[in-house]
């Protein structure tokens, strides 16, 4: 019986913590979309300077691979090469580092 309890109890604080960081992931990406829609879509909804488009599978696998340290690096520093010309901070000088990466982690989101 105590066995029961105890797996019960285990249970039912593993359903807070999972549903904790949901909600967390939900206000991390509702955060990322409103930093994408104010500034990345110029580039990441047109494919303006290579960027590539949110949705496009193709084009954000090989990006995704990299890691999110990585896209997080490449967003704070820019990037050009290979025809892909990415400021640094992509434009928003009012971003801070974790906006940028609530906007990557939305735009991967919506890549996956």
């Known amino acids: 019986m105590k066995k029961m309890l105890v797996a019960s109890a285990v249970g039912s604080l593993m359903m807070i913590f999972a549903s904790s960081a949901m909600a967390a992931n939900a206000k991390d990406l509702a955060h990322g979309k ?11 909804a047109t494919g303006a300077a290579g960027a590539p488009k949110v949705g496009d599978k193709a084009a954000w696998a090989p990006r995704i691979k990299q890691g999110l340290p990585t896209l997080l690096k490449h967003a704070e520093n820019g990037l050009s090469t290979n025809g892909l010309m990415m400021p640094p901070r992509g434009t928003c000088g009012d971003c801070s580092n974790d ?3 609530a906007a990557i982690e939305y735009m991967v989101s919506q890549s996956k």
Request: proline share 0%.
């Open 99 to 101: 906006d940028l990466k």
């Open 34 to 44: 409103e930093i994408f829609g104010r500034v990345c879509f110029a580039c990441h």
